[in-house]
């Protein structure tokens, strides 16, 4: 049975033991605390191999104890290797509808049951790093590409040699895919190599494994790119990469906001400031939202893309949640949908507090969900702190002015 045969008919029995913790040794994390030899990943190349953000992995956590990071002895967070797969599935099982917490029982529940992925196109097909398989050792010839790979208009595709497609591919990461292919060695090597759908000759690394035999008539090497080795950053590209810059572009709007607040009486400040946050920030829209027993009221955004409604929350919602911590959360797809964020836009809550009572919440919406730092947070909740502060005013006014009127 050839490899395209396999992953039609049973792709789990194709899946790397790197996911499944049972990796060589060359793979192992020697400082991290408790059984050195769990195969463990840093955070950034669980975002990019997964698809999840930094931030949405640290609230699953907060909230499901899911995934559990491991901390090496510089403290440093490292998530367990075989956490890849369970992650991916729970977010597509969130993207069709699922409840996250539901998402996450039925997954961990499968677990213990399926060692390794439940379905190779509903991992490594669907994950945002490229992915390929390829039979040899001569020609080394392409047999699968994932959904990254193939939206690379200059990647190999199926059916073409590898060597031939990507010449800068380097006589090291041949020679080891080749030792691989003819079961010389260990069954899983990390391997240094030109990007196959990037610029030549950018280098990447992957982590490449031997298909088992019994499982396919073909030898098959399957490889996997890892992310940048300096890619430290939430994704490529993305504005206020470092901590240092980040805290100067909020810490920047965050003084617009401020001044916003002190500039005029009423919620019309407010609103401006909320402008301000989007503005400074490269924010897309920002509302604010008032809290009362289990109802929330939405005002219309900053920039008209969010219309007001009134919502019910129930107790075990990402709103509910976030009230009950009163943190800065982002929000999952469900709560984005039920608000009318537009597609392909974040949103993260930041409770709004008067005294002691969480009375409402201002919703900063974005292209993509950014890394905040505790600083940022800090600056968030000072801001949130400050339209409480207006909308208690508004609220003590309207109260007071029914008093009069009613008397």
Known sequence: MSFSETIQSDPVQVVPEMFTGRAPAV????????????????????????????ERLRTWERRHDFPQPVRCRNNVRRYPAEDVRHVIAVSRAVD????????????LAARDEHPTFQSLGAALDHAPTPAIAVTGPEPMMVVW????????????????????????????????????????????????????????P???????????????????????????????????????????????????????????????????SAQR???????????????????HAGHMRTATSVRGTIAPK???????????RAIADAEVDWLGDATLKALGVPPRTQAVIVPIIAGSETIG????????????????RELLQGIATAVGAVLQREHNAAAAEAARTSS
């Open 27 to 54: 793979l192992h994390d020697p400082t991290v605390d408790g059984d050195p030899s769990v195969v463990t990943i840093s955070a950034a190349e669980m975002v990019r191999l997964t698809g999840v953000g930094r």
């Open 96 to 107: 069709q509808g699922v409840p996250l917490a539901e998402a996450i029982e039925q997954v």
């Open 145 to 200: 590409t994932n959904g990254a790979t193939q939206a690379a208009p200059e990647a190999p595709e199926v059916g073409s040699n590898l060597l031939d497609e990507l010449p800068a591919f380097g006589p090291n990461a041949r020679a080891t895919i080749q030792r691989l292919l003819i079961g010389e060695g260990s069954d899983v090597s990390v391997i240094t190599h030109a990007d196959w759908i990037g610029t030549f």
């Open 202 to 268: 950018a280098e990447r690394r992957s982590v490449a494994w031997r298909v088992p035999p019994e499982m396919s008539t073909e030898a098959v090497v399957v490889l996997v790119q890892l992310p940048e080795t300096a890619a430290t950053r939430h994704t490529a590209g993305a504005p206020h990469s470092s901590a240092v810059e980040q805290t100067a572009v909020w810490g920047a709007a965050a003084r617009e906001a401020r001044k916003a607040l002190q500039s005029e009486p009423g919620i019309a």
């Open 273 to 291: 400031a909320l402008s301000e946050l989007v503005k400074g920030t490269g924010g897309s829209d920002a509302f604010l939202a008032t809290f």
């Open 310 to 320: 009134t919502l019910d929350f129930a107790g075990d919602c990402d709103i509910a």
């Open 361 to 376: 919440g201002m919703f900063l919406l974005f292209h993509e969900e950014l890394p905040l730092a505790d600083v940022t």
